[in-house]
C-alpha cells in the first residue's frame, strides 16, 4: 500500500497514519535502546571499566586534580595539589619504568590492572589534612598541554558513581542515557529522527567494538576504552545532532522541546569541556545556521511584502527559540570555564588549558609521500632528525636560529618544561612560511592524500571490525534500515522532507567532522569521531537510495505511488 499525497487523505486515514507512525517511533527507540544495552554489555566483558586511559602522564595530571577537589576539598582551577600527583605515580598511574619496578608490574599493563589503579586511589586518599598550596609547579602541578576538561570528567564520575576506576565508564555511559533520553523526548514525534538516531545508537555499538578490533599494534593502547581521550568526544555526536536538526528545522516551541533542547544543548556545551576536539560539532550547529540563512535568504525574500521586508523577515527568522537558546548556553559554558580555571593557564607561558593547535597542524603537513625525501632533513636540530612530536619544535628551534639568531633557550621556561605559549606562536610563524614557499605541496597534502589516508584507515579499520559485531546486531541493523525504507515508502510525502532535512544535517556533520584530520593528522588512532560519521551517513544513504530507486522504479513502470 502505497501513499496517497496527504491533503487528499480522509480523516480516518491521517489518523491511521499517525498510529503507524507511532509503531515506527517505538520500533526506532525499542532498537536504539538495545543497541546502548549491547555496547554497555560489550565493553564490560572486554574489561573497558578497568582501564586508565592512555597519554598517562598527561591523564594522571587530570586524576590529580579530580583527587585533590573530591577528597580534599581544595579547588586549584583545574590543577592538582603536587602530594596528590606524585602518591598516584608512586603507587602505579604513570609509564615510568623507575617508579613501577617497585611494584612489581609494567607498562602499559599497569593501566589495565583495576586492583593496583583503585589501591592508587586509595593511597591518594590517605595523605591526611592537606593544607592548601599556591606555589605553581613545585606545589601545584597544572595540567600540561591537554583538555582540562577530563579532570571534570573523572571528579562528576567520582561524586556520581563512588571513588573507583570503574565510575570513569559508567559516568560515560550515563552521559551517553542522558543524551539519548533527551533526544527521544525532543523528536519523540517525529519517526524519521528517531530513525536516524536508532542510526547513531547502532553506529556507537560499531566503534564500541571498532575499540576492540579495529586497531591494533601499538597505537591500539590510545583508544582502549569508551573514555578514552580519543574516544570520549563521541559524546558530543548525539547532542550536536540535536541541537544542529532542531535548528534546522525547527519544532513547535512547546514545553517538551524546551525541557529536552535546553539540557541537551548543555550536554554539548559539557562534551567539548571534556574535549576540545568535538568543536566540530559546534561548526556542525554553527554550519546548519548558515545554510538555513542561506536557503532563507533565496526562498523566502521574495515572499517579503512591504509590511514585511525581506531583511525584518531574516532577522525574525534567526531569532528562533532554538538558537537563542544555544547561543544563551555556549555564553554561560563560557563565562564558567573562565571562572573556573586558575589564572595561571591564561597569563602563564608554560601552560595552555587545552592541546597545542599549532603543533599538530605543522606535524600535519608530514602526511605527504615526498615529506621524506625532500623535508625531513631540513627538521633536524643538533644532529637528531624530528619526528613525532618532536618535530615541529625542532622546526620552531631552527626557524628562530636561522632568521632572528635566537637560541632554543629562548622556548625553553626557566621554571618548568616549555614556554608552550610561545612555541605555540613560533610553529604557527613557520607553518604558513611554509605552506607560503610550497602552496602545491600544501594543496596536495590537505585536499588529496590526507583524505586518500583516511578512507584506507577506514577501509582497514572497518573490515577487522565488521566481523566481529556478531549476528543479531547485524540483523537488528538490517530491521532498523528496512524499517527505515518501509516507513518512507507508506507516507512519501509526509516522510520524504524529513529523510532529506535529517540526511543534509547528518551530511555536513559528517563534512565538518573531517576538519580536525584534514588540518591536523589522519592517524589511525585518531578517527573515531569521522569514521562514526561516516558509517551513519552509510546508513542513511542505503536507505535514501532505496526510497528513490524504488520511486524511480515504480515510475518507469507508469505506477503512481
Known amino acids: ?21 507511532r509503531y515506527f517511533c517505538i520500533l526506532f527507540v525499542g532498537i536504539a535502546v538495545i543497541f546502548l544495552l549491547f555496547s554497555f554489555r560489550y565493553g564490560i566483558e572486554k574489561k573497558y571499566d578497568q582501564i586508565f586511559p592512555a597519554a598517562v602522564e598527561y591523564q594522571n595530571v587530570n586524576l590529580a586534580s579530580a583527587v585533590t577537589r573530591y577528597i580534599y576539598g581544595l579547588d586549584y582551577g583545574f590543577a592538582a595539589d603536587i602530594r596528590v600527583y606524585n602518591s598516584l605515580r608512586k603507587n602505579g598511574v604513570t609509564q615510568y619504568k623507575w617508579l613501577l619496578d617497585p611494584l612489581g608490574v609494567e607498562f602499559p599493563d599497569n593501566l589495565r590492572d583495576s586492583e593496583l589503579l583503585n589501591n592508587a586511589l586509595q593511597e591518594a586518599a590517605k595523605l591526611g589534612s592537606l593544607e592548601k598550596k599556591t606555589k605553581v609547579f613545585s606545589d601545584v602541578k597544572p ?46 514525534d517525529r519517526p524519521i529522527y528517531l530513525g536516524v538516531f536508532a542510526i547513531l545508537c547502532a553506529v556507537h555499538f560499531i566503534m564500541v567494538v571498532y575499540i576492540e578490533h579495529g586497531i591494533t599494534g601499538p597505537s591500539s593502547f590510545g583508544v582502549a576504552t569508551v573514555y578514552a581521550p580519543r574516544f570520549i568526544s563521541a559524546l558530543g555526536i548525539i547532542p550536536s545532532f540535536h541541537v544542529a536538526s532542531t535548528l534546522f528545522s525547527p519544532p513547535r516551541k512547546s514545553f517538551i522541546h524546551l525541557l529536552s533542547f535546553i539540557p541537551q544543548a548543555a550536554m554539548l556545551g559539557l562534551a567539548f569541556t571534556i574535549r576540545v576536539t568535538i568543536m566540530w560539532g559546534i561548526i556542525w550547529v554553527i554550519s546548519i545556521v548558515l545554510i538555513w540563512f542561506a536557503i532563507l535568504l533565496f526562498t523566502r525574500c521574495a515572499r517579503a511584502t512591504h509590511d514585511d521586508t525581506a531583511l525584518g523577515l531574516l532577522v525574525r527568522r534567526m531569532l528562533s527559540w532554538p538558537l537563542a537558546i ?79 639568531d635566537i637560541d632554543e633557550s629562548y622556548i625553553i621556561s626557566p621554571l618548568y618544561g616549555n614556554k608552550y605559549k610561545t612555541l605555540e606562536r613560533v610553529i604557527r610563524e613557520v607553518y604558513f612560511e611554509f605552506i607560503k614557499e610550497n602552496p602545491i605541496y600544501f594543496l596536495e597534502t590537505y585536499f588529496i592524500h590526507k583524505p586518500i589516508i ?5 577501509s582497514n579499520l572497518m573490515s577487522r571490525t565488521v566481523p566481529k559485531i556478531g549476528i543479531i546486531a547485524f540483523c537488528l541493523i538490517g530491521v532498523l534500515l528496512v524499517s527505515l525504507f518501509f516507513l518512507v515508502r507508506l507516507h512519501y510525502e509526509s516522510m520524504i522532507g524529513e529523510l532529506l532535512q535529517s540526511g543534509t544535517v547528518l551530511s555536513v556533520g559528517f563534512l565538518v567532522s573531517l576538519t580536525p584530520i584534514i588540518i591536523g593528522f589522519p592517524g589511525n588512532n585518531v578517527l573515531g569521531d569521522q569514521i562514526f560519521m561516516l558509517n551513519a551517513l552509510f546508513g542513511m544513504a542505503m536507505v535514501g537510495g532505496a526510497v528513490f530507486l524504488a520511486r524511480f522504479y515504480h515510475r518507469i513502470r507508469g505506477r503512481a505511488i
Not at 500500500?1 to 507512525?21: C, E
Not at 595540567?143 to 570513569?168: Q, V
Not at 583516511?454 to 577506514?458: G, I, N, S, V
Open 1 to 21: 500500500m502505497w501513499t496517497i499525497p496527504v491533503k487528499t487523505l480522509p480523516n480516518f486515514l491521517r489518523h491511521y497514519q499517525r498510529i503507524q507512525s
Open 326 to 404: 544555544f547561543a544563551i548556553v555556549i555564553v554561560f559554558f563560557n563565562i564558567y570555564w573562565d571562572g573556573a580555571v586558575n589564572p595561571v593557564y591564561r597569563f602563564a607561558d608554560e601552560t595552555i588549558p587545552r592541546h597545542m593547535t599549532w603543533h599538530s597542524v605543522y606535524y600535519g603537513l608530514t602526511f605527504h609521500p615526498e615529506w621524506e625525501q625532500r623535508f625531513a632533513a631540513e627538521h633536524s636540530w643538533k644532529g637528531k632528525v624530528g619526528t613525532g612530536d618532536a618535530l615541529p619544535t625542532f622546526a620552531a628551534f631552527k626557524y628562530l636560529k636561522e632568521k632572528y
Open 454 to 458: 583516511f578512507l584506507k584507515h577506514y
Open 143 to 188: 595540567i600540561e598541554p591537554s583538555d582540562l576538561g577530563m579532570a571534570l570528567f573523572f571528579e562528576l564520575s567520582f561524586r556520581t558513581f563512588g571513588y573507583e576506576i570503574s565510575s570513569f565508564y559508567k559516568f560515560y555511559y550515563f552521559i551517553l542515557v542522558v543524551t539519548a533520553f533527551l533526544f527521544i523526548a525532543g523528536f519523540y
